[in-house]
């Protein structure tokens, strides 16, 4: 058959994934009957599908997944002064 190359399985049940028949999400491929909610069960679509840490899930259930700390974003709060004798006259 094709030795050599080895064939992409569905991350929910392992066996092969052909061509035409794989649901990408997250760098996978699934089939349609295993594209669905690790937590619920629930079927996906393209727009429906979010990726956390490997694994497919529906928009709520993700949500629940989600880590509860938001992002430690910081804006540079220094005061920025021009050099002696040049910037904006006043």
Known sequence: MTEG?????CPN?????YGAEGFPAGGKRFHK??????????RL????????????YCRP?????????SPKI????SLIQPQ???GCPR
């Open 5 to 9: 190359i080895e064939q992409e399985r």
């Open 13 to 17: 049940c392992e066996k092969v994934v």
């Open 33 to 42: 009957k295993c594209f669905k909610c690790k937590t619920c069960d629930r």
């Open 45 to 56: 679509d393209s727009t429906s599908v979010r990726c956390h840490e490997g694994f497919i």
């Open 61 to 69: 259930c993700h949500l629940k997944v989600l880590p509860n700390e």
């Open 74 to 77: 910081y804006a540079d709060t």
């Open 84 to 86: 002696e004798g040049k």
